[in-house]
């Protein structure tokens, strides 16, 4: 599978922007709001709008992936530099080398989308918030 920055330079002119990608690779141990604050803390605090990580109902653990959606296609791009390859060493439940992180493009695209996905349908019945995605009110600017 291609990362997302060989995605976003072979785009079709005309195309969406690739803003959502998909990251691999996130220690099971870590919840969404330990993600975010380690993506904040790596510069791109306000510069996403909408993240899901599919959590285990049964152990309350995350399953390793998450997906993000940035204001803009560049923030997209410049996350997927900085994180594709690289190691959450220092995270708990990541090991003491931490597995290698890959971002790719998410099939579904755009805050919109996939906040319509989170509200819609079965995924709207879940109570519990430590199971729900981080959506901005307002996409970011």
Known sequence: MRAATEDAAHATPGAPAITTLMIRNVPMSVALSGLLDLIDRAGFENRYDYAYMPTSFDSGTTRGIAFINFATASDAREFSILWNGS??????????????????????????????????????????PKFHPFIATRPAA
Request: hydrophobic share 40%.
């Open 87 to 128: 190691r959450l060493t220092g995270v708990a439940g990541a090991g003491t080398n931490g597995a290698v992180i890959e971002v790719t493009v998410s099939a579904t695209q755009g805050y919109s989308e996939n906040a319509r996905m989170w509200k819609a349908g079965w995924l709207r019945r879940i109570r519990n």
